[in-house]
């Protein structure tokens, strides 16, 4: 239909509304990280930008945030987070402004800024509502980010309390992408500080993700392998870690998968399954060769410090 129509501002609108109903379901589909979703989403940016739709800008940054911050590419992501914040404070827009502070938050996390992180968490835990260009509900997700935050600070008791709140909040709400994001950080936070019902929060991820969420469902999978580790299943958790890491690297994600290994440590890579896998770009196997930057992650640093500390 588009290539029947001459170049400007009508094909372009057009295309422009095309493209921004692409990106989630290349999303949900392929993967948040797939190299088609960024391509998607920085065609819709440029698109907006030349037929003036402001409206559509902030959506569209957040999508691009969330492309490299999946990716592990946090230098990218926090500077498009600060262009979400500029955005809306030029516009005297709340909501922009206070996305643009979540993202920003959530990105330092991962950069070792755990105290900026806390506190630009802290400040867009007003923001409740659904926003456009945003797969998940924003306030479940921020009580998530900040538990792990607080995880890392040592606040335990604290992580634990607001973990509760994100996990009663997305499955009252119904909605599967943010009940799989909560279920995400649910398991990443008990593997850290070993909460009893991690084996429970993978199951549940997994049952939640389907084949609809397939960077969900890679997690999940991999988080229920790791999560074995305790009840001495080694040939299965070789197994479920090999599959989930697999679903991940079919979807591009980078972003955590080092430490999917958890508990198992090296250990896994002795392992005939986890040996003949086609490990992700980032996981253990590759970064002892390349270093990438999810290595270097303080999460990623911190969950193998608590693995060890847990045997």
Same mark, same amino acid.
């Given at each position: 239909?588009?290539r029947d129509?001459?170049?400007?501002?009508e094909? *372009?609108q057009?295309e422009l509304?095309?493209?921004?109903?692409?990106?989630?379901?290349l999303?949900?589909i392929e993967g948040s990280?797939?190299? &088609?979703v960024?391509? %998607?989403?920085?065609?819709?940016? !440029?698109?907006?930008?030349?037929?003036?739709?402001?409206?559509?800008? /902030?959506?569209?940054? $957040?999508?691009?945030?969330?492309?490299?911050? /999946?990716r592990s590419?946090h230098s990218l992501a +926090?500077?498009?987070?600060k262009?979400?914040?500029?955005?809306?404070?030029a516009r005297?827009?709340v909501?922009?402004?206070l996305?643009? *502070?979540r993202?920003?938050g959530? !990105?330092?996390?991962?950069?070792?800024?755990?105290i900026?992180?806390?506190?630009?968490?802290?400040?867009s835990?007003?923001?409740?509502?659904?926003t456009?260009?945003l797969?998940?509900?924003?306030?479940p997700?921020?009580?998530c980010?900040?538990?792990v !935050? +607080? =995880?890392?600070?040592?606040?335990?008791?604290?992580? *634990?309390?607001?973990?509760?709140?994100a996990?009663?909040?997305?499955?009252r709400?119904?909605?599967a992408?943010?009940q799989?994001? /909560? @279920?995400l950080?649910?398991n990443?936070?008990?593997?850290?500080i070993?909460?009893?019902?991690?084996?429970?929060?993978?199951? &549940?991820l *997994?049952? =939640?993700s %389907?084949d609809? $969420?397939?960077?969900?469902?890679g997690?999940g !999978?991999?988080? +229920?392998?790791?999560? @074995?580790?305790?009840v001495?299943e080694a040939?299965?958790?070789?197994l @479920? +870690?090999?599959?989930?890491?697999?679903? $991940?690297?079919?979807t591009g994600t =980078?972003l955590?998968?080092?430490?999917?290994?958890?508990p198992?440590?090296?250990?896994? $890579?002795?392992?005939?399954?986890?040996?003949?896998?086609q490990l992700?770009?980032g996981s253990?196997?590759?970064n002892r060769?390349h270093r990438?930057?999810?290595?270097r992650?303080?999460?990623?640093?911190?969950a193998?410090?608590?693995?060890?500390?847990?045997?």
């Amino acid at each position: 239909m588009l290539r029947d129509l001459p170049d400007g501002r009508e094909r *372009r609108q057009l295309e422009l509304d095309l493209q921004i109903a692409l990106r989630p379901a290349l999303a949900a589909i392929e993967g948040s990280a797939a190299a &088609e979703v960024g391509e %998607t989403i920085a065609r819709a940016r !440029t698109l907006a930008e030349q037929v003036d739709r402001s409206d559509c800008l /902030v959506p569209l940054m $957040l999508g691009q945030w969330a492309f490299h911050l /999946v990716r592990s590419e946090h230098s990218l992501a +926090l500077s498009i987070a600060k262009q979400i914040e500029q955005t809306g404070a030029a516009r005297n827009d709340v909501a922009a402004k206070l996305q643009g *502070r979540r993202a920003a938050g959530w !990105t330092r996390c991962y950069l070792g800024q755990l105290i900026a992180a806390r506190k630009l968490l802290d400040q867009s835990g007003r923001h409740r509502t659904f926003t456009a260009g945003l797969a998940e509900a924003p306030y479940p997700a921020m009580l998530c980010y900040l538990a792990v !935050t +607080l =995880v890392h600070l040592g606040y335990i008791d604290q992580a *634990r309390s607001q973990l509760t709140k994100a996990l009663a909040e997305s499955r009252r709400m119904q909605h599967a992408y943010t009940q799989a994001l /909560v @279920l995400l950080w649910a398991n990443w936070t008990a593997m850290i500080i070993g909460f009893a019902e991690r084996e429970q929060h993978a199951e &549940e991820l *997994r049952a =939640v993700s %389907t084949d609809d $969420l397939p960077t969900f469902l890679g997690y999940g !999978t991999a988080f +229920l392998g790791s999560s @074995l580790t305790a009840v001495g299943e080694a040939e299965e958790e070789a197994l @479920l +870690l090999t599959q989930g890491l697999t679903m $991940l690297r079919a979807t591009g994600t =980078v972003l955590n998968t080092p430490s999917a290994y958890g508990p198992c440590g090296d250990a896994c $890579l002795t392992w005939p399954a986890c040996r003949s896998a086609q490990l992700p770009p980032g996981s253990a196997t590759e970064n002892r060769n390349h270093r990438g930057e999810s290595e270097r992650s303080p999460i990623a640093s911190a969950a193998r410090r608590s693995d060890k500390s847990h045997r």
